[in-house]
């Protein structure tokens, strides 16, 4: 069962990943919190499954918060050592 868990929560953070990469605004940090809400909204019991005390500890193996973070701030030229604004 808790390979099966564990392979459940890989394939929602998959899913995720995606949600966050999809181009919305042409800001990719925009992008990325927007993806990540949707994805919240849309998938609201997977979203809590994957964040609960049982299978958060999956969820920070796949680690691809870091991998994600490092592919934007290469998308960004501008982002050495600072924080752009975005006004909504």
Do not use: C, Q
Not at 13 to 39: C, Q, S
Not at 43 to 65: M, P, Q, S, T
């Amino acid at each position: 069962m808790t390979e099966l868990e564990e392979e459940i929560v890989k394939k929602a953070v998959d899913l995720l990943y995606k949600y966050m990469i999809r181009e919305r605004t042409g800001d990719p940090w925009l992008d990325h919190g927007m993806g990540y809400v949707m994805f919240a909204m849309k998938e609201k019991h997977l979203f809590r499954a994957v964040n609960d005390d049982n299978h958060i500890v999956y969820f920070k193996k796949y680690g691809f918060y870091m991998e994600y973070t490092d592919e934007l701030s290469f998308r960004l030229p501008s982002f050495a050592g600072v924080i752009r604004r975005t006004h909504l």
